[in-house]
């Protein structure tokens, strides 16, 4: 069993930057692959960035160049760390521990079994 807790959600502008971390609980946490997954309203969840136990990361297109995903295994906790926020990145922020290590099985919220609470992220124009 994984529990996992987000924080440094916020308000930021249209620009600006945040880094979201997620802690957890259990001894195995690097051999866990983790993702980052959000949430806007009236819309699905949709896949982030995702960091594997073997080292494979992949981010979603719009997060390219924007977004830096991490994982420190000392502290169990993983950090996606974000730049030039826009608007459109408006949602809640959810984090994931699961298992997968090619790129398309890490993108997809189905190889994921703990998820955290949420942290909202708001971005004015």
């Known amino acids: 069993q994984v529990q996992l807790v987000e924080s440094g959600g916020g308000l930021v502008q249209a620009g600006g930057s945040l880094r979201l971390s997620c802690a957890a609980s259990g001894r195995t946490f690097s051999t866990y692959t983790l993702g980052w997954f959000r949430q806007a309203p009236g819309k699905e969840r949709e896949f982030v960035a995702a960091l594997s136990w073997s080292g494979t990361t992949t981010y979603t297109d719009s997060a390219k160049g924007r977004f830096t995903i991490s994982r420190d295994n000392a502290k169990n906790t993983m950090y996606l760390q974000m730049s030039s926020l826009k608007p459109e990145d408006t949602a809640v922020y959810y984090c994931?521990?699961?298992?997968?290590?090619?790129?398309?099985?890490?993108?997809?919220?189905?190889?994921?079994?703990?998820w955290g609470q949420g942290t909202q992220v708001t971005v004015s124009s």
């Open positions: 994931a521990a699961g298992a997968g290590s090619t790129v398309l099985t890490i993108s997809r919220l189905q190889s994921y079994f703990y």
